[in-house]
């Protein structure tokens, strides 16, 4: 979904239970995805990658789905526990302005309820 | 390995004031990023270098915003004079090299200017 400014999409996830996060990017160009996790206070930290010729990803306890169809990207985490809970955003760049320049999309609020 | 340090952690500032940012980015890491962060929003570019060059400053407000990088490691991000609106999160990145796809980020800057 959408937000603006203050309203991020939020899902409240029980721990143990698996969570999915979805993103939607709009330029069909982009060729790189990344998913970022942003604590409170910090700066946002890589979780995983994929590229365009792939449409699964596996890390450990979190999976990245890609349907370039669609345009649309999935974060699943696996077994989610109470560090989990944080803003995730996934980022799109494309290598045709090289992979330096990545864009953000809207991030989405996890809260694990213990 | 250190990762990328950023200082201050806080500022508050009146409007109208100068205030600059510093940062470290990871030892041996050739190209640092600026990246502004609203509240509730993802992260947006405003400079990139590479080594000392800044190649990517498109995003840069230059009529009060200036950025240098002099020795192609530590970077100093300006702000002459402040605005209200100027109020966010300054974030920093460093990658390894050009094309590099993992960016690393700093903890940020949180800028409050009353």
């Known amino acids: 979904g959408e937000s603006v400014g203050l309203h991020l999409p939020t899902l409240s996830v029980q721990e143990g239970d698996n969570s999915i996060i979805n993103c939607a990017y709009s330029?069909?160009?982009?060729?790189?995805f990344i998913w970022y996790k942003q604590e409170s206070g910090k700066g946002p930290q890589f979780i995983i990658d994929i590229r365009s010729n792939m449409d699964k990803r596996q890390g450990q306890r979190v999976t990245v789905l890609l349907n370039k169809t669609v345009k649309h990207l999935s974060l699943q985490i696996a077994a989610t526990q109470p560090g989990d809970s944080a803003v995730y955003f996934c980022?799109?760049?494309?290598?045709?302005?090289?992979?330096?320049?990545?864009?953000f999309g809207t991030g989405t609020r996890l809260t694990i309820i213990p | 390995e250190a990762g990328v340090v950023q200082s201050p952690r806080y500022k508050i500032i009146e409007k109208k004031q100068p205030v600059a940012f510093w940062c470290n980015p990871i030892s041996g890491h050739n190209t640092l990023y600026w990246y502004l962060q609203n509240l509730g929003q993802g992260p947006e570019l405003l400079i990139r270098y590479e080594n000392e060059e800044a190649v990517d400053d498109s995003q840069l407000p230059k009529d009060r915003f200036s950025a240098e990088r002099l020795k192609g490691v530590d970077s100093t991000l300006k702000i002459q004079p402040a605005e209200l609106g100027d109020s966010a999160v300054y974030l920093c990145?460093?990658?390894?090299?050009?094309?590099?796809?993992?960016?690393?980020f700093g903890p940020g800057t949180r800028l409050t200017v009353l």
């Open positions: 990145a460093s990658s390894p090299d050009r094309g590099a796809d993992t960016q690393y």
């Open positions: 980022a799109e760049s494309s290598t045709n302005f090289g992979n330096e320049k990545l864009t």
């Open positions: 330029n069909s160009a982009s060729d790189y």
